[in-house]
């Protein structure tokens, strides 16, 4: 016996692992924090320290080191674990740019893969905090370990867990690739985002760039990639709480702005725009609209919304860009969100005011033939409640993809200011009466005649003439219509628990 004990390794005493551990923390590693400074930023601790709800962080592979010998790098440049988010249980994972840049190596690919497969298994919704410059290339020489698994578990997670990113510096190549599969992109404004750095674009081009000549924040806000675009790292999480909140059972009621107000929203003059935002944020509860992909696809809102504490999805046309009509972006932009919502069972409200679908040439070189279909594709295999108010303007292909009667919403209501219309009267009136009108050889009495028969139709499609052929269930006083959705949510049983995922996100 006394000769096994002298032959036993020794152990690893107690004060070995706490030195270990505290070796990890910032507070060990204050050259390394100064770095940070420098570029104006937190440290990857830092942000899961503001995310995460106080001593909830439970941290998984922290004691992990560099594949390569001679390398050194505190949890090889990737934090990670789980952690209560205003009291939800959630993954982080957290890229260190103190580590080799926040590089992707061998052995923190493996660590983010373990935390995906934990999220997969346990249904738990995802943050990343995505700062870091793509792959280590110094783990090319390690054998046995490959990336791709990390990429192809994290995207499993579409429409089954939330997914949030946060950008609060660089994030290129897989890093930009994580982004890019998260159901929302939350970015700095300083912020800058590629394929590839500036090492490859260089190799590659020829050119010599700075991360932020490659792919700038406002570039990727302009193409749809970023959702939610924010001043700093502060905001930043404020926001990715206030997005996950949407996700999570109802709060109680909110407060209502004064909802005469929305009575005077929509101009006399249908010719003048309005800002739909308004109405929006008139009829939810005050405080409570997150707008996503502000800067693409103008030509609709896409936002969450509480009505009651009550989270629900709102797409809205926006008659501030093309007088609402809709192109390709616009539709894409609310296929994805009317995808979210119905991934996790999310009401969704629609404000329709809008002539159409785009037409001309130009329009259809942008391929709207397919683009507009992934809109009404997406409407039409829903599963959740949808609400529609018509605004104004309920023209064409346009209205009929905006919650119109074929998709059964839950309700359809109209405001006094409601015009319907297979396509835009002007139009009709030019078709149905063409005979009569080419007969007519004075072009003032035939423009005269044209006014006539296009009158006479919009006569034929106001709000209360449509309401009288049961074209809407009611046309309403606009200040009633937060009382009314209230009271048709209450009639809406909240979905039943669901074991597997009910259909996968697009990325874009």
């Given at each position: 016996m006394?000769a096994?004990q002298?032959?036993?390794?020794?152990?690893?005493?107690?004060d070995?692992v706490?030195?270990?551990?505290?070796?990890?923390?910032?507070?060990?590693?204050p050259?390394?924090v100064?770095r940070?400074?420098?570029?104006n930023?937190?440290?990857?601790?830092?942000?899961?320290?503001?995310?995460?709800?106080p001593a909830s962080?439970?941290?998984?592979?922290?004691?992990?080191r560099?594949?390569?010998?001679g390398?050194?790098?505190?949890?090889?440049g990737?934090?990670m674990g789980?952690?209560r988010?205003?009291g939800?249980?959630?993954d982080?994972?957290?890229?260190?740019?103190?580590?080799y840049?926040?590089?992707?190596s061998s052995?923190n690919?493996?660590k983010i893969s373990r935390m995906?497969?934990?999220?997969?298994?346990?249904?738990?919704?995802?943050i990343?905090?995505?700062?870091g410059g793509?792959a280590r290339?110094?783990?090319?020489?390690?054998?046995g370990r490959?990336?791709?698994?990390?990429?192809v578990i994290?995207?499993?997670?579409?429409?089954?867990?939330?997914?949030?990113a946060?950008l609060p510096?660089?994030?290129?190549a897989g890093?930009?690739?994580l982004a890019?599969?998260?159901?929302?992109l939350?970015a700095?404004?300083d912020?800058a985002?590629?394929?590839?750095?500036p090492?490859?674009?260089e190799?590659?081009l020829?050119?010599?760039?700075?991360?932020?000549?490659?792919?700038?924040s406002d570039?990727?806000f302009?193409?749809?990639?970023i959702?939610?675009?924010?001043?700093d790292?502060?905001?930043?999480v404020?926001?990715?709480k206030r997005?996950?909140?949407?996700?999570g059972p109802?709060?109680p009621?909110?407060?209502?702005?004064?909802?005469?107000a929305?009575?005077?929203?929509v101009?006399?003059?249908?010719?003048?725009a309005?800002?739909?935002r308004?109405?929006?944020?008139?009829?939810?509860d005050m405080g409570?609209?997150?707008e996503?992909?502000?800067?693409?696809?103008?030509?609709m809102?896409t936002?969450?919304a509480?009505l009651?504490?009550?989270t629900?999805?709102?797409i809205a046309?926006?008659p501030?860009?093309?007088a609402?009509?809709?192109?390709g972006p616009?539709?894409?932009?609310s296929?994805?969100?009317v995808q979210i919502?119905?991934a996790?069972?999310?009401?969704?409200?629609?404000?329709c005011d809008?002539?159409?679908l785009?037409?001309?040439?130009?329009?259809?070189?942008?391929?709207l033939v397919r683009?507009?279909?992934r809109?009404?594709?997406?409407?039409?295999?829903?599963t959740i409640?949808?609400?529609?108010v018509?605004?104004?303007?309920a023209?064409?292909?346009?209205?009929?993809i905006?919650?119109?009667?074929?998709?059964?919403p839950a309700?359809l209501?109209?405001?006094?200011t409601a015009e319907f219309?297979g396509m835009?009267?002007e139009?009709?009136?030019s078709?149905?009466?063409?005979k009569?009108l080419?007969?007519?050889?004075?072009a003032?009495?035939?423009?005269?005649v044209?006014?006539?028969?296009?009158?006479?139709l919009?006569?034929?499609?106001t709000a209360l003439?449509?309401?009288?052929?049961f074209?809407?269930d009611?046309?309403?006083?606009?200040?009633?219509?937060?009382?009314?959705?209230?009271n048709t949510?209450a009639?809406?049983?909240p979905?039943?628990?669901?074991?597997t995922r009910?259909?996968m996100i697009e990325?874009?």
């Open positions: 006394a096994d002298t032959s036993a390794p020794p152990r690893v005493s107690l070995e706490r030195a270990a551990h505290d070796a990890l923390q910032d507070a060990a590693r050259q390394t100064a940070q400074r420098k570029r930023r937190w440290t990857a601790r830092e942000g899961i320290a503001a995310l995460a709800d962080f439970v941290e998984y592979g922290g004691l992990v560099p594949a390569i010998a390398m050194e790098g505190a949890a090889d990737l934090v789980t952690a988010v205003d939800r249980p959630v982080i994972v957290a890229y260190d740019y103190t580590v840049a926040g590089t992707q052995n690919h493996a995906f497969d934990h999220a997969l298994q346990n249904r738990l919704p995802v990343c905090w995505l700062d793509g290339p110094h783990d090319m020489k390690v054998e490959g990336s791709a698994e990390t990429f994290f995207s499993r997670l579409s429409g089954l867990v939330p997914t949030v946060i510096g660089r994030a290129f890093h930009a690739n890019g599969m998260c159901d929302v939350i700095t404004r912020s985002m590629g394929m590839a750095g090492p490859l674009v190799a590659a020829g050119l010599k760039l700075s991360p932020e000549e490659i792919g700038p570039v990727h302009a193409a749809g990639a959702d939610i675009l924010v001043e790292e502060a905001e930043a404020d926001k990715a997005y996950l909140a949407y996700f109802p709060l009621p909110g407060e209502a702005a004064d909802q005469t929305l009575r005077a929203l101009p006399d003059n249908p010719r003048r309005y800002d739909v308004r109405v929006i944020n008139g009829l939810a409570s609209v997150q996503l992909r502000g800067g693409y696809g103008r030509a809102v936002a969450f509480r009651g504490g009550r629900v999805g709102v046309n926006q501030m860009f093309l609402g009509a809709m192109d616009a539709c894409e932009k296929a994805r969100f919502c119905d996790f069972d999310i009401p969704l409200l629609v404000l809008t002539p159409g785009m037409v001309g040439p130009e329009i259809e070189k942008t391929g683009r507009s279909a809109l009404l594709a997406a409407m039409a295999n829903a409640p949808i609400m529609t018509v605004l104004r303007k023209y064409g292909l346009g209205y009929y905006m919650g119109s009667r074929p998709f059964d309700i209501l109209a405001w006094p219309g835009g009267l139009g009709a009136a078709i149905i009466h063409r009569e080419e007969a007519i050889d004075d003032g009495q035939r423009a005269a044209h006014r006539e028969r296009t009158d006479a919009k006569r034929y499609n003439e449509v309401a009288a052929r074209g809407y009611d046309v309403i006083d606009p200040a009633d219509t937060r009382a009314i959705l209230l949510l009639t809406l049983p979905a039943p628990p669901r074991a009910k259909r990325p874009y």
